[in-house]
Protein backbone atom coordinates (compact mmCIF):
# COMPACT_ATOMS: atom_id res chain seq x y z
CA UNK A 1 0.00 0.00 0.00
CA UNK A 2 1.31 3.46 -0.50
CA UNK A 3 2.36 5.54 2.03
CA UNK A 4 -0.28 8.43 0.61
CA UNK A 5 -3.40 5.70 1.67
CA UNK A 6 -1.56 4.89 4.81
CA UNK A 7 -2.10 8.62 5.86
CA UNK A 8 -5.58 9.18 4.71
CA UNK A 9 -6.20 5.81 6.75
CA UNK A 10 -4.91 6.99 9.35
CA UNK A 11 -6.15 10.77 9.77
CA UNK A 12 -9.62 9.12 9.49
CA UNK A 13 -9.48 6.60 12.28
CA UNK A 14 -8.34 9.99 14.31
CA UNK A 15 -10.94 11.86 13.01
CA UNK A 16 -13.84 8.88 13.40
CA UNK A 17 -12.75 8.73 16.99
CA UNK A 18 -13.03 12.29 17.39
CA UNK A 19 -16.72 12.43 15.91
CA UNK A 20 -17.91 9.47 18.22
CA UNK A 21 -16.17 10.53 21.62
CA UNK A 22 -14.87 13.35 24.06
CA UNK A 23 -12.93 11.59 26.12
CA UNK A 24 -8.68 11.45 25.66
CA UNK A 25 -9.05 13.14 22.61
CA UNK A 26 -5.03 14.78 22.82
CA UNK A 27 -4.34 11.16 23.45
CA UNK A 28 -5.98 9.88 20.26
CA UNK A 29 -4.44 12.49 18.21
CA UNK A 30 -0.97 12.15 19.46
CA UNK A 31 -1.59 8.18 19.00
CA UNK A 32 -2.47 9.04 15.25
CA UNK A 33 0.85 11.36 14.67
CA UNK A 34 3.39 8.56 16.47
CA UNK A 35 1.43 5.94 14.05
CA UNK A 36 2.31 8.65 11.14
CA UNK A 37 5.69 9.16 12.11
CA UNK A 38 6.49 5.07 12.62
CA UNK A 39 4.82 4.93 8.87
CA UNK A 40 7.15 7.86 7.50
CA UNK A 41 10.24 6.01 9.10
CA UNK A 42 9.58 2.40 7.60
CA UNK A 43 8.60 4.13 4.39
CA UNK A 44 11.68 6.67 4.59
CA UNK A 45 9.74 9.35 3.67
CA UNK A 46 11.62 12.32 5.39
CA UNK A 47 8.14 14.80 5.49
CA UNK A 48 7.33 12.43 8.63
CA UNK A 49 10.21 12.76 10.42
CA UNK A 50 10.18 13.97 13.72
CA UNK A 51 12.59 16.79 13.13
CA UNK A 52 9.88 17.95 10.12
CA UNK A 53 6.88 17.53 12.25
CA UNK A 54 8.32 19.88 14.63
CA UNK A 55 9.97 22.53 12.14
CA UNK A 56 7.39 22.79 9.71
CA UNK A 57 4.19 21.06 11.10
CA UNK A 58 3.54 22.65 14.40
CA UNK A 59 2.71 26.75 14.30
CA UNK A 60 4.90 27.17 17.35
CA UNK A 61 3.38 31.06 17.41
CA UNK A 62 -0.87 30.27 17.52
CA UNK A 63 0.87 27.74 20.33
CA UNK A 64 2.50 30.43 22.42
CA UNK A 65 -0.68 32.48 22.15
CA UNK A 66 -2.81 29.88 23.22
CA UNK A 67 -0.56 28.83 25.90
CA UNK A 68 -0.30 32.67 27.24
CA UNK A 69 -3.75 33.82 26.69
CA UNK A 70 -5.22 30.45 28.91
CA UNK A 71 -3.50 31.32 31.46
CA UNK A 72 -4.41 35.45 31.66
CA UNK A 73 -7.84 34.19 31.13
CA UNK A 74 -7.85 31.59 33.83
CA UNK A 75 -6.48 34.59 36.44
CA UNK A 76 -9.23 36.80 34.84
CA UNK A 77 -11.72 35.10 35.51
CA UNK A 78 -10.69 34.27 39.19
CA UNK A 79 -10.59 37.72 39.73
CA UNK A 80 -14.46 37.40 39.72
CA UNK A 81 -14.54 40.63 37.57
CA UNK A 82 -16.66 38.78 34.91
CA UNK A 83 -19.57 37.59 37.42
CA UNK A 84 -19.49 41.47 38.80
CA UNK A 85 -20.13 42.53 35.20
CA UNK A 86 -23.47 39.85 34.85
CA UNK A 87 -24.97 40.53 38.22
CA UNK A 88 -24.55 44.45 37.45
CA UNK A 89 -25.99 43.41 33.96
CA UNK A 90 -29.08 41.37 35.72
CA UNK A 91 -29.81 44.54 38.39
CA UNK A 92 -29.57 47.13 36.02
CA UNK A 93 -32.16 45.73 33.43
CA UNK A 94 -35.51 46.53 33.26
CA UNK A 95 -37.00 42.93 32.87
CA UNK A 96 -36.21 38.98 32.92
CA UNK A 97 -35.95 38.92 29.40
CA UNK A 98 -34.11 41.67 29.16
CA UNK A 99 -31.68 40.43 31.57
CA UNK A 100 -31.44 37.19 30.67
CA UNK A 101 -29.97 39.00 26.93
CA UNK A 102 -27.96 40.69 29.33
CA UNK A 103 -25.98 37.92 29.85
CA UNK A 104 -26.33 36.20 26.85
CA UNK A 105 -24.50 39.08 25.01
CA UNK A 106 -21.93 39.06 28.48
CA UNK A 107 -21.06 35.49 27.75
CA UNK A 108 -20.42 36.72 24.39
CA UNK A 109 -18.28 39.58 24.96
CA UNK A 110 -16.04 37.33 27.35
CA UNK A 111 -15.96 34.21 24.46
CA UNK A 112 -13.79 36.77 22.54
CA UNK A 113 -10.75 36.78 24.80
CA UNK A 114 -11.45 33.87 26.57
CA UNK A 115 -11.88 29.77 25.71
CA UNK A 116 -15.86 29.10 25.32
CA UNK A 117 -16.05 25.84 28.13
CA UNK A 118 -14.46 28.55 30.58
CA UNK A 119 -16.99 31.41 29.56
CA UNK A 120 -20.03 28.61 30.15
CA UNK A 121 -18.53 27.43 33.19
CA UNK A 122 -18.38 31.24 34.45
CA UNK A 123 -21.83 32.38 33.58
CA UNK A 124 -23.90 29.56 33.96
CA UNK A 125 -24.12 30.16 37.99
CA UNK A 126 -25.25 33.85 37.07
CA UNK A 127 -27.40 32.35 34.65
CA UNK A 128 -29.07 29.51 36.59
CA UNK A 129 -29.51 32.40 39.78
CA UNK A 130 -31.71 34.71 36.67
CA UNK A 131 -33.81 31.46 36.19
CA UNK A 132 -34.08 30.80 39.91
CA UNK A 133 -35.64 34.54 40.47
CA UNK A 134 -37.67 34.59 37.56
CA UNK A 135 -38.78 30.96 38.51
CA UNK A 136 -38.47 29.22 35.10
CA UNK A 137 -36.72 26.61 33.35
CA UNK A 138 -33.00 26.96 32.88
CA UNK A 139 -32.55 25.27 29.67
CA UNK A 140 -33.28 27.98 27.12
CA UNK A 141 -30.73 30.78 28.44
CA UNK A 142 -28.10 28.22 29.56
CA UNK A 143 -28.74 27.06 25.92
CA UNK A 144 -28.42 30.94 24.76
CA UNK A 145 -25.20 31.48 26.90
CA UNK A 146 -23.61 28.09 24.87
CA UNK A 147 -24.36 29.11 21.42
CA UNK A 148 -23.68 32.99 21.72
CA UNK A 149 -20.37 31.90 22.86
CA UNK A 150 -19.31 29.57 20.24
CA UNK A 151 -20.68 32.20 18.13
CA UNK A 152 -18.06 35.13 19.27
CA UNK A 153 -15.37 32.67 19.89
CA UNK A 154 -14.46 32.99 16.20
CA UNK A 155 -14.56 36.59 16.28
CA UNK A 156 -10.91 37.56 17.39
CA UNK A 157 -7.63 35.38 17.17
CA UNK A 158 -7.68 34.26 20.39
CA UNK A 159 -11.54 34.11 20.89
CA UNK A 160 -10.99 30.05 19.71
CA UNK A 161 -8.79 27.88 18.08
CA UNK A 162 -9.99 27.26 14.93
CA UNK A 163 -9.52 31.32 14.67
CA UNK A 164 -5.78 30.43 15.96
CA UNK A 165 -5.76 28.25 12.79
CA UNK A 166 -6.69 30.62 10.24
CA UNK A 167 -4.20 33.22 11.98
CA UNK A 168 -1.33 30.31 11.66
CA UNK A 169 -2.24 29.44 8.47
CA UNK A 170 -2.58 32.82 6.88
CA UNK A 171 -0.44 34.61 9.16
CA UNK A 172 -2.39 36.94 10.29
CA UNK A 173 -2.05 39.14 13.52
CA UNK A 174 -4.93 40.16 15.96
CA UNK A 175 -5.83 43.46 14.00
CA UNK A 176 -6.20 41.63 10.88
CA UNK A 177 -8.90 39.79 12.19
CA UNK A 178 -10.80 43.43 12.04
CA UNK A 179 -9.72 44.25 8.71
CA UNK A 180 -7.50 42.81 6.59
CA UNK A 181 -6.32 44.60 3.15
CA UNK A 182 -8.59 47.93 3.91
CA UNK A 183 -11.37 45.51 4.12
CA UNK A 184 -13.47 44.59 7.34
CA UNK A 185 -13.01 41.25 8.11
CA UNK A 186 -13.71 38.00 10.38
CA UNK A 187 -14.97 40.33 13.58
CA UNK A 188 -17.69 42.16 11.78
CA UNK A 189 -19.16 39.26 10.14
CA UNK A 190 -19.69 37.85 13.33
CA UNK A 191 -21.43 40.77 14.87
CA UNK A 192 -23.78 40.57 12.13
CA UNK A 193 -24.09 37.17 13.17
CA UNK A 194 -24.61 38.29 16.93
CA UNK A 195 -26.88 40.84 16.02
CA UNK A 196 -29.29 38.14 14.46
CA UNK A 197 -28.68 35.57 16.53
CA UNK A 198 -29.72 38.02 19.79
CA UNK A 199 -32.74 38.95 17.97
CA UNK A 200 -34.06 35.34 17.91
CA UNK A 201 -33.17 34.84 21.32
CA UNK A 202 -35.43 37.56 22.20
CA UNK A 203 -38.18 36.14 20.70
CA UNK A 204 -37.27 33.08 22.64
CA UNK A 205 -37.01 34.39 25.95
CA UNK A 206 -40.17 37.86 25.25
CA UNK A 207 -42.33 35.61 27.62
CA UNK A 208 -41.04 36.05 30.70
CA UNK A 209 -40.97 39.82 31.79
CA UNK A 210 -41.68 39.44 35.16
CA UNK A 211 -39.48 42.46 37.10
CA UNK A 212 -36.32 40.80 39.27
CA UNK A 213 -35.41 42.27 42.77
CA UNK A 214 -32.05 43.26 43.22
CA UNK A 215 -29.16 41.10 45.04
CA UNK A 216 -25.71 42.25 46.17
CA UNK A 217 -23.14 42.85 44.20
CA UNK A 218 -20.29 40.55 43.80
CA UNK A 219 -16.88 41.72 45.24
CA UNK A 220 -14.17 41.76 42.85
CA UNK A 221 -10.54 39.74 44.36
CA UNK A 222 -8.69 41.91 42.45
CA UNK A 223 -8.25 44.14 38.95
CA UNK A 224 -5.07 43.69 38.10
CA UNK A 225 -6.10 40.76 35.95
CA UNK A 226 -8.64 43.00 33.75
CA UNK A 227 -4.55 45.12 32.75
CA UNK A 228 -2.85 41.67 32.19
CA UNK A 229 -6.29 41.32 29.44
CA UNK A 230 -6.03 44.93 27.97
CA UNK A 231 -2.03 44.36 28.02
CA UNK A 232 -2.49 41.17 26.21
CA UNK A 233 -4.85 42.42 23.40
CA UNK A 234 -2.81 45.57 23.41
CA UNK A 235 0.26 43.76 22.25
CA UNK A 236 -1.29 41.36 20.05
CA UNK A 237 -2.32 44.37 18.11
CA UNK A 238 1.17 46.06 17.96
CA UNK A 239 2.86 42.37 17.05
CA UNK A 240 0.78 42.40 13.88
CA UNK A 241 2.65 45.78 12.75
CA UNK A 242 6.17 44.65 13.73
CA UNK A 243 5.55 40.65 12.66
CA UNK A 244 3.78 40.73 10.06
CA UNK A 245 4.12 37.73 8.93
CA UNK A 246 2.63 36.28 12.59
CA UNK A 247 6.16 33.88 12.96
CA UNK A 248 7.36 34.82 16.53
CA UNK A 249 6.51 37.79 18.10
CA UNK A 250 2.94 37.77 19.37
CA UNK A 251 3.31 33.59 20.54
CA UNK A 252 6.89 35.09 22.36
CA UNK A 253 5.49 37.98 24.50
CA UNK A 254 1.58 36.36 25.04
CA UNK A 255 3.78 33.48 26.67
CA UNK A 256 5.45 35.77 28.72
CA UNK A 257 2.97 37.69 29.98
CA UNK A 258 1.21 34.93 30.47
CA UNK A 259 4.43 33.52 32.75
CA UNK A 260 3.76 37.50 34.66
CA UNK A 261 0.16 36.79 34.98
CA UNK A 262 1.42 33.24 37.20
CA UNK A 263 3.93 35.09 38.89
CA UNK A 264 1.78 37.75 40.36
CA UNK A 265 -0.50 35.38 41.30
CA UNK A 266 2.45 33.16 43.09
CA UNK A 267 3.83 36.25 45.08
CA UNK A 268 0.16 37.26 45.88
CA UNK A 269 -1.50 33.70 47.08
CA UNK A 270 1.06 30.94 46.49
CA UNK A 271 -1.74 28.24 46.60
CA UNK A 272 -4.09 29.69 43.91
CA UNK A 273 -1.34 30.05 42.10
CA UNK A 274 -0.44 25.98 42.30
CA UNK A 275 -3.86 25.28 41.65
CA UNK A 276 -4.05 27.52 38.16
CA UNK A 277 -1.03 25.52 37.29
CA UNK A 278 -3.32 22.05 38.13
CA UNK A 279 -6.11 23.12 36.52
CA UNK A 280 -4.51 24.49 33.35
CA UNK A 281 -5.83 22.78 29.91
CA UNK A 282 -2.24 20.90 29.30
CA UNK A 283 -4.29 18.59 26.75
CA UNK A 284 -5.78 21.79 24.74
CA UNK A 285 -2.07 22.42 23.93
CA UNK A 286 -1.30 19.02 22.90
CA UNK A 287 -4.68 18.64 21.44
CA UNK A 288 -3.98 21.68 18.73
CA UNK A 289 -0.59 20.17 18.33
CA UNK A 290 -1.87 17.20 16.71
CA UNK A 291 -3.86 18.82 15.25
CA UNK A 292 -0.70 20.88 12.94
CA UNK A 293 0.60 17.54 12.17
CA UNK A 294 -2.63 16.25 11.35
CA UNK A 295 -3.79 18.84 8.62
CA UNK A 296 0.49 19.10 7.65
CA UNK A 297 0.35 15.25 6.55
CA UNK A 298 -2.68 15.71 4.17
CA UNK A 299 -1.34 18.64 2.65
CA UNK A 300 2.12 16.96 2.57
CA UNK A 301 0.63 13.75 0.82
CA UNK A 302 -1.83 15.54 -1.78
CA UNK A 303 -5.29 14.92 -0.17
CA UNK A 304 -6.12 18.42 0.72
CA UNK A 305 -5.25 19.32 -3.03
CA UNK A 306 -7.49 16.04 -3.97
CA UNK A 307 -10.51 17.60 -2.30
CA UNK A 308 -9.82 21.45 -3.77
CA UNK A 309 -9.74 19.35 -6.86
CA UNK A 310 -12.92 17.81 -6.18
CA UNK A 311 -15.25 20.80 -5.08
CA UNK A 312 -13.79 22.98 -7.99
CA UNK A 313 -15.05 20.36 -10.84
CA UNK A 314 -18.28 20.42 -8.91
CA UNK A 315 -18.61 23.87 -9.09
CA UNK A 316 -16.56 25.02 -12.07
CA UNK A 317 -15.44 28.75 -12.46
CA UNK A 318 -18.02 29.95 -10.36
CA UNK A 319 -16.80 31.66 -6.73
CA UNK A 320 -19.94 31.91 -5.86
CA UNK A 321 -20.99 28.66 -5.83
CA UNK A 322 -17.50 27.36 -4.50
CA UNK A 323 -17.96 30.24 -1.42
CA UNK A 324 -21.30 29.12 -0.85
CA UNK A 325 -20.53 25.09 -0.46
CA UNK A 326 -18.10 25.61 1.35
CA UNK A 327 -19.73 27.60 3.60
CA UNK A 328 -23.13 25.35 4.01
CA UNK A 329 -20.86 22.28 4.08
CA UNK A 330 -19.01 23.38 6.76
CA UNK A 331 -22.17 24.31 8.52
CA UNK A 332 -23.35 20.75 8.23
CA UNK A 333 -20.08 18.76 8.98
CA UNK A 334 -19.32 21.30 11.94
CA UNK A 335 -22.59 20.41 13.44
CA UNK A 336 -21.54 16.69 13.85
CA UNK A 337 -17.84 16.56 13.81
CA UNK A 338 -14.94 18.84 15.99
CA UNK A 339 -14.64 21.84 13.99
CA UNK A 340 -10.86 22.21 15.22
CA UNK A 341 -10.09 19.43 13.41
CA UNK A 342 -12.17 19.76 10.46
CA UNK A 343 -11.05 23.30 10.07
CA UNK A 344 -6.92 22.49 10.06
CA UNK A 345 -7.99 20.04 7.12
CA UNK A 346 -9.97 22.53 4.96
CA UNK A 347 -7.96 25.99 4.95
CA UNK A 348 -5.48 24.24 2.65
CA UNK A 349 -8.19 23.86 0.32
CA UNK A 350 -9.32 27.24 0.58
CA UNK A 351 -6.25 28.62 -1.07
CA UNK A 352 -6.63 25.63 -3.95
CA UNK A 353 -9.90 27.02 -4.49
CA UNK A 354 -8.91 30.18 -5.24
CA UNK A 355 -6.16 29.00 -7.35
CA UNK A 356 -8.69 26.89 -9.36
CA UNK A 357 -11.99 28.85 -9.09
CA UNK A 358 -10.72 32.44 -8.54
CA UNK A 359 -11.18 34.65 -6.07
CA UNK A 360 -9.33 35.36 -2.78
CA UNK A 361 -8.13 32.94 -0.45
CA UNK A 362 -9.58 34.99 2.07
CA UNK A 363 -13.14 35.20 0.69
CA UNK A 364 -12.94 31.25 1.37
CA UNK A 365 -11.28 30.91 4.69
CA UNK A 366 -13.43 33.80 5.91
CA UNK A 367 -16.41 31.40 4.64
CA UNK A 368 -15.22 28.33 6.51
CA UNK A 369 -14.45 30.30 9.71
CA UNK A 370 -17.95 31.51 9.57
CA UNK A 371 -19.74 28.50 8.70
CA UNK A 372 -17.22 26.24 10.60
CA UNK A 373 -17.86 28.07 14.17
CA UNK A 374 -21.46 28.54 13.77
CA UNK A 375 -22.39 25.43 12.60
CA UNK A 376 -21.29 23.50 16.15
CA UNK A 377 -24.62 25.77 17.81
CA UNK A 378 -26.86 22.92 15.75
CA UNK A 379 -26.30 20.28 18.11
CA UNK A 380 -25.33 19.39 22.00
CA UNK A 381 -22.35 17.37 20.40
CA UNK A 382 -21.31 20.07 18.01
CA UNK A 383 -18.98 22.39 20.13
CA UNK A 384 -17.51 21.72 23.42
CA UNK A 385 -19.42 24.31 25.12
CA UNK A 386 -22.90 22.84 23.88
CA UNK A 387 -21.64 19.71 25.81
CA UNK A 388 -20.49 21.26 29.23
CA UNK A 389 -23.82 23.26 29.00
CA UNK A 390 -25.72 20.11 29.15
CA UNK A 391 -24.00 18.98 31.31
CA UNK A 392 -24.67 21.76 33.79
CA UNK A 393 -28.48 21.03 32.94
CA UNK A 394 -28.13 17.63 34.11
CA UNK A 395 -26.99 18.31 37.15
CA UNK A 396 -29.79 20.61 37.92
CA UNK A 397 -32.02 17.90 37.03
CA UNK A 398 -33.33 18.99 33.23
CA UNK A 399 -32.05 16.58 30.40
CA UNK A 400 -31.68 17.96 27.21
CA UNK A 401 -32.46 15.96 24.23
CA UNK A 402 -31.22 16.45 20.50
CA UNK A 403 -34.12 18.00 19.70
CA UNK A 404 -34.59 20.19 22.22
CA UNK A 405 -30.95 21.59 21.87
CA UNK A 406 -31.63 21.89 18.11
CA UNK A 407 -35.34 23.82 18.59
CA UNK A 408 -32.96 26.92 19.45
CA UNK A 409 -29.39 25.93 18.13
CA UNK A 410 -31.07 25.30 14.04
CA UNK A 411 -32.55 28.43 13.95
CA UNK A 412 -30.23 30.58 15.83
CA UNK A 413 -27.35 28.88 13.59
CA UNK A 414 -29.28 29.55 10.21
CA UNK A 415 -29.73 33.35 10.59
CA UNK A 416 -26.29 33.97 12.26
CA UNK A 417 -24.43 32.04 10.10
CA UNK A 418 -26.58 34.23 6.65
CA UNK A 419 -25.69 37.09 8.45
CA UNK A 420 -21.77 36.41 8.69
CA UNK A 421 -22.31 34.35 4.97
CA UNK A 422 -23.38 37.56 3.09
CA UNK A 423 -20.95 39.33 4.46
CA UNK A 424 -18.17 38.20 4.12
CA UNK A 425 -19.69 37.68 0.32
CA UNK A 426 -20.66 41.67 0.01
CA UNK A 427 -16.79 42.88 1.15
CA UNK A 428 -15.07 40.05 -0.44
CA UNK A 429 -15.97 38.69 -3.27
CA UNK A 430 -14.69 41.59 -5.71
CA UNK A 431 -11.13 40.63 -4.22
CA UNK A 432 -8.52 38.84 -6.82
Same mark, same amino acid.
Given at each position: ?84 ? #? ?26 ? #? ?13 ? #? ?23 ? #? ?39 ? =? ?44 ? *? ?53 ? *? ?27 ? =? ?37 ? *? ?55 ? *? ?11
Amino acid at each position: MELRWIVLAIVAGVYLYLCLSTRHRARAIWLGVAVLVVAGYAFGDARLSLRALVEDAIIWNVIGVLAGAMLIADLFIESRVPVLL #ANLIVDKTSSTHMAMLGVCALSAAISSF #ADNVTTVLLVSPVAL #AVARRAEMSPVPLIIGIAIMSNLEG #AATLIGDPPSMLLAGYYRLGFADFFVLHGRPFIFFAIQCGA =VLGLAFLWLIFRIHRKRMMPEPVTKVKSWIPVGFIGTLVAFLVCSS *YYDPGFRWLAGTGALILGAFALLWTFRRDAAAAREMVKRYEYPTIFFLSGIFVLG *YAMNEFGWVKAIGDGITTLVGRNPFVAYT =VIVWFSVLVSGFVDNIAYVAVMLPVTKVLAEGVGGSPML *YAGGLLVGACLGGNITPIGAACNVVACGILRREGHTVSFWRFAKIGLPFTLLATLAG *YLFIWVFWHSVG
